[in-house]
């Protein structure tokens, strides 16, 4: 994806994929990456000089620890607790693959604004979800504090002290969402994205020795659960590879490119490794009591809330993390429409209107499991898996193609676009249903 500046001062952006720079140094100076400075700063600023390996790690690692993981004990019981970790570990092993080809592709001469769209509808999606799930914790947080103890060995059934609608919550995050999004540097966002690293590890970590306490017996639970289903599990497990946006950003803002395959395989097989660790352990731990985040089912004492607020800290810096890709679609083509002066009011202005957008999405359709699903099915399939397979033919079938690789790729496209009809189907099918519930109901006791 190319930038240029017009002689007004303002930004255009061209959503094309540019052929691979001769070396890694022209790539690192380039003024055609897509985040190497970034667009919608205010001009006049100086141009960063790229992120390192590890920074490179740390976002893509924070683009996929996002609440994904904690759905995916709920997608195991919709699979089965044998079918489940085995379909996460291939799902796992061709999003990783999908996204080497991302790469490849996007380093070539392929135009393709659809890849542009999806990026915006998949990452928009996620933001959708974040507030969901911020508005879900928080209330039950809230709504717990009177009768939240220090003792941490039962975990009796607490009544609930009911306070004001989950949409509500949703309402009072929208403030301090729209002040971090006005962050538009990828280097400061760095030190967002390490501060939720480190606190969603915490709290993965107080969740994993809980859930591994008292397991019961697995025999209980179905090998393979209800073809019903399954394609519920598709659509939050594709979810939950949350980075497949922030691919090509992360590969176009390293100081060195070369190095982004081998950052890849490491981060993906860290973050697969660890959803089918936590998916597992969780499915056999709650059983058929999971709910739509794992987070939902711990008992209520001050250690296991803190967990909560913990993932709410993390979750609201990666919201902007995730929200800094659509915007660099987006706000460089609309600025390079007026003229300089009128570049910074109209860059925060859209900012602004989008993040109402996903509150406002948010709020229509407060049921987190399903929102995931939705999410999932319509657009990370079609981002991860459908248009990938799709780009690499239509690059380098003109150089000659292994037979066996097109086939490949054509099986990858058709497993996605299966997943997004029936995945998406589903979703809709059970949101329908759900609707015969008493309205303003809040997300949370939809997930008891």
Not at 159 to 172: A, E, F, K, Q, V
Not at 373 to 399: D, K, M, N, Q, W
């Amino acid at each position: 994806m190319s930038v240029t500046k017009s002689t007004e001062g303002a930004v255009a952006v061209k959503l094309d994929l540019m052929s691979p720079p001769e070396s890694a140094k022209q790539l690192e100076n380039k003024d055609s990456t897509f985040l190497d400075e970034s667009p919608s700063e205010s001009p006049g600023l100086k141009k960063t000089k790229g992120i390192t390996v590890i920074q490179a790690l740390i976002h893509l690692v924070k683009g996929n620890m996002g609440t994904g993981i904690l759905g995916l004990s709920l997608a195991v019981k919709n699979a089965g607790i044998l079918m489940g970790p085995l379909s996460l570990l291939v799902m796992g092993l061709i999003a990783c693959h999908c996204m080497h080809i991302l790469v490849r592709c996007a380093q070539r001469f392929c135009k393709r604004h659809i890849v542009s769209f999806f990026l915006i509808v998949t990452q928009l999606g996620f933001c959708c979800v974040y507030i969901v799930f911020l508005a879900d914790n928080l209330k039950q947080v809230v709504e717990a504090v009177n009768s939240t103890t220090n003792n941490c060995h039962s975990n009796e059934t607490v009544i609930l002290t009911p306070t004001m609608d989950s949409r509500l919550y949703m309402l009072s995050f929208l403030p301090l969402l729209v002040l971090l999004v006005f962050i538009r540097n990828l280097r400061i966002l760095t030190i967002f994205s390490m501060l939720a690293n480190i606190s969603m590890l915490v709290s993965l970590v107080i969740i994993t020795q809980y859930i591994t306490q008292e397991i019961p017996d697995p025999s209980r639970l179905p090998l393979v659960a209800s073809w019903k289903t399954y394609p519920l599990f598709f659509g939050t497990a594709i979810f939950s590879f949350e980075s497949i946006g922030v691919v090509l950003p992360l590969e176009n803002k390293m100081k060195n490119a070369r190095h982004f395959p081998a950052i890849l395989s490491l981060g993906m097989s860290i973050v697969t490794s660890l959803y089918i660790s936590i998916a597992t352990l969780g499915y056999l731990r709650f059983g058929d009591d999971i709910k739509a985040s794992i987070s939902l089912n711990l008992p209520n004492c001050w250690l296991y809330q803190s967990v909560k607020l913990l993932y709410i800290a993390g979750i609201l810096c990666t919201y902007a993390l995730q929200f800094y890709v659509p915007a660099e679609i987006i706000i460089p083509f609309a600025i390079s429409q007026v003229s300089t002066r009128w570049a910074l009011p109209l860059d925060l202005s859209i900012r602004l209107a989008m993040v109402c957008l996903t509150c406002l999405l948010a709020v229509l359709i407060p049921r987190l499991d399903l929102v995931i699903s939705l999410v999932g099915s319509v657009s990370s399939s079609a981002l991860a898996l459908i248009i990938p397979p799709l780009l690499e033919v239509t690059t380098f079938y003109s150089e000659g193609m292994n037979p066996l690789t097109i086939f490949k790729d054509a099986l990858i496209s058709i497993l996605g676009f299966v997943g997004f009809v029936v995945g998406t189907y589903q979703a809709l099918d059970e949101l329908l249903k759900s609707d015969d519930s008493p309205p303003f109901s809040n997300s949370t006791t939809f997930l008891r």
